[in-house]
């Protein structure tokens, strides 16, 4: 007697739509996950156990539209399938709800702290981040944890994620060229991690430092053989043999 299993006629992720194609108004809303996503690589490089998605479709009921978070993080899962990565992220499939979802609040208000947030909890998603750019009286960045299947807002920037092993907050930096805040992952220590340019320029500095300790250590060693055959010639010039006394 055959087995019937119910998740084989569900639609795949290949089947599905990776979001709901709608463009977004703020460009911040795909650069600041997009380098959340990428300081994860270099933060987890070794790592095959994770996925970040960026403005991509989380499928959770087949006969319901996606939910399409700026950004989030799944843990426990394959980092990707194979070159063609992923069209989608469907629960049936995956069977690891994403840990943290992350909304970039625009100039067009989208229900980040109403009905998005309140979808955010009903699901399930132990962590709810919220970065509104525009804020002036109010924090722009905000973080919820799901507790008894309510937000509870914590404090500080960063705010540490012992789930997750990593802090999250906001601060000023370079990303792609562009000096602004920006939203980063920090260590326990509250260090953030650096994006790639300014890696790449923390390790031209130190290349540049180790040449400019080279020259210095290569100048001394000179300047120290000049001043040896001075010697020598000022004791030859007062009949003293400098071989003799070694």
């Known amino acids: 007697m055959l087995k019937y299993d119910p998740l084989a006629c569900l639609p795949s992720s290949e089947e599905l739509p990776d979001s709901d194609d709608t463009p977004v108004d703020n460009e911040l809303q795909d650069l600041i996950p997009g380098l959340l996503k990428v300081l994860l690589a270099m933060a987890w490089p070794e790592r095959m156990d994770w996925f970040f998605g960026v403005d991509m479709g989380i499928y959770y009921d087949p006969d319901l539209p996606p939910i399409v978070p700026d950004g989030f993080l799944s843990?426990?899962?394959e980092r990707f399938y194979d070159e063609n990565l992923r069209p989608s992220y469907v629960l049936w499939e995956e069977k690891k709800l994403p840990i943290l979802a992350l909304e970039v609040v625009s100039k067009t208000y989208r229900g980040e702290y109403s009905t998005k947030k309140?979808?955010?909890a009903r699901l399930g998603f132990l962590y709810y981040v919220v970065y509104?750019?525009?804020?002036r009286r109010k924090p722009r960045l905000e973080v919820y944890k799901l507790v008894n299947n309510i937000y509870e807002l914590?404090?500080?920037n960063p705010v540490w994620l012992p789930e997750?092993?990593?802090g999250i907050g906001i601060e000023r930096g370079t990303y792609l060229g562009i000096p602004r805040e920006w939203m980063y992952w920090y260590n326990q220590q509250g260090q953030r991690f650096l994006t790639p340019e300014e890696d790449k320029k923390l390790a031209q500095q130190a290349v540049q430092q180790a040449e400019q300790k080279a020259q210095q250590a290569e100048q001394?060693?000179?300047?120290?053989?000049?001043?040896?055959q001075l010697?020598?010639?000022r004791l030859?010039?007062?009949g003293v043999d400098p071989d003799s006394l070694f």
Request: glycine share 10%; aromatic share 6%; charged share 30%.
């Open 220 to 228: 001394k060693a000179q300047q120290a053989r000049q001043e040896t």
């Open 154 to 156: 914590h404090d500080g």
């Open 231 to 233: 010697l020598r010639e």
């Open 118 to 120: 309140a979808e955010y």
């Open 75 to 77: 843990l426990g899962v």
């Open 132 to 135: 509104n750019p525009f804020r």
């Open 164 to 166: 997750i092993g990593l």
């Open 236 to 238: 030859r010039s007062l």
